[in-house]
């Protein structure tokens, strides 16, 4: 098992665990857990998934499901999002 | 149609006010507001004059959407040449104003000379007047704008007006109108200020004509439901504003911190839009009150916040209890980030002082990171600052310094002369963060490198809204690119540039873009306007807006020398994050930009070019 921090922000936020701070919570892992399981696991529609970080690097929607996570891996994802 | 065809020629120094016809040729190839008014501007100004001088002029100019049903319809511009860049300073505002001018019956109105005592301009429908503003000069936005619609005896009266801050020549003073809405940038406010013309009042009641009623109605229709569809214009920008990307953009480590020294702040979450929806610790309440939309827009992007009525900054002024208007990300990241500071309520009332005294959050911030620096190495003493510590972190430097350099006071005239002036002042002009004067925006060209090209060959100095590729490289619209490498870079900028050129001419909104493309904007223009409007022709105009602004830049004395980052951000590679050991790879974009323009490799647009544009 590894523990990965996993951040949802803007309407995601409102999926956090009650009493979540700066939009965060640990998830434990399995073995062999990736970005895609992760989303999955945490029951977070696809088409929310919009911008997914890994320790700030950007993962493309083809490459979730081959991305690995860690122990002490920050997910950070974001719902489409604008601004300027 | 969609323009009235008319517009206002005053002369201050003279005290009349002229009709004219707008010119057709110039419509046709400049469509309007940005574009139509940048033509009319350099046709008539030398590029050569002192911004602050009688000899200077400032357009306010409404696009052929404005007053319109189209979504977001409410913009206006004011171009003039820039005090603190000493380029062309194209400034875009939303709220009510532009709408009301363009009811009135104009397009645009041509500020010349300078008056004599202070005065405002006083427009309703065509009666047009020059009338004394001795009781205003020295008031606060906030003070004159409630003052005007008592005098006049109307609530609906628009008003756009300068505080201090404007009258005593910072140089990065706006415009505000509709008490938070602003033409910031550039310092158009310290030229309102340098003519003695307090305030512009309208009223207007002729409504805004368009070619083809029924067809403009459809076109508009299926438009907003574009926007209502898309997850960005119809969702996130209305709950969370522009202030959800603080923690997108410190996540990605681009976020630049305390003076551009880190790209990632520790801070971030507490100053965020996230963070701006939860209950405070002291009262339960949380700082955003309600969204609020701009005339004629279906996206509400607009933040409506309340303070703490126990916060340091107002436990003694009951006056600054009420809702006003809150930060947006620019001026979160500017008085927050990159200050260092963490108190999401000092950044709400430093917000308060820009809109109530009329100044540019982003280079008082950036101005002030700076002078934080200077005073953390000891270049600056706690006499010069007048007693204040300006240490990185501290809210209530933060609040102070914005009070003073809203009413143009002590130190704060200081800081009000721009980060580019006060380094040189201070003996390190490498820590200004500004290109051609005028200060960065919020994302760190290191860890999103397209933005370093951006900020370079801005025409009005560093800007992020020249050219938002933010939208393609962190947000993956219109399509995702990765912000960590130069390639494509060039075409991407000068896409993002042309295709902006055209919406700033237009009258809507620049948010309107993370729904819309050209496509989306040409069948509103061509039920509205005579002529054909297709997003080809839209581009065309997009690109002649851009390269009359870099001539008249070019006839002002700027050089290829000036598209150029400072030395930090050139030399100085990022320390953690995803672009850990990357610098700006400016000098692998600039030449390639310079090529797809049609441009010399000293940055100057070829005789081809020209005449491809229909500009020789
Ligand atoms: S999107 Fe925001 S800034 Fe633009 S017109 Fe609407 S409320 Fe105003």
Redesign the pocket.
Known sequence: MATVTLKLFALLGARLPPGSVANATSVAVGEGATVATLIAGFGLPDKDCHLVLVNGAFIPVDSRAATPVAEGDVVSIWPPIGGG | MGWTGKFLRVDLSAGTVKVEDLNRDWARQYLGQRGLATKYYVAEVDPKVDPLSPANKMIFTTGPLTGTAAS?G??YSVVTKGPLTNCIACSNS?GFFGNELKNAGWDMVIVEGKSPKPVYLSIENETVEIRDASDYWGKSVWETEHGLKALHQDPLLRVASIGAAGERGVLYAGIINDLHRAAGRSGVGAVMGSKNLKAVTVRGTRGVRVKDPERFIAATIAQKQVLADNAVTGQG?PKYGTQVLMNVINEMGAMPTRNFSAVEFEGAHKISGEAMHEPRATDGKANLVTN???FG?T????RISRMDPGHFSIASRPQYRDASGGVEYEAAWAMGSDCGVDDLEACTFANFMCNEHGFDPISFGSTLAAAMELYEMGALTKEQTGGVELKFGSAEALVKMAELVGKGEGFGLELGQGSRRFCAKYGHPELSMTVKGQEFPAYDPRGIQGMGLTYATSNRGACHLRSYTVASEVLGIPFKTDPLVTDGKAALVKAFQDATAAFDASGL?I?TTFAWGLENLAPQLDAACEGEWTPEHLLEVGERIWTIERQFNLAAGMTAQDDTLPKRLLKDAAKTGPAKGLTSGLDKMLPEYYQLRGWTPDGVPTAETLKRLELA
């Open positions: 977001t409410g913009r939303g920008l609020g939309a701009c827009c996206i509400a992007c607009g909104c948010f």
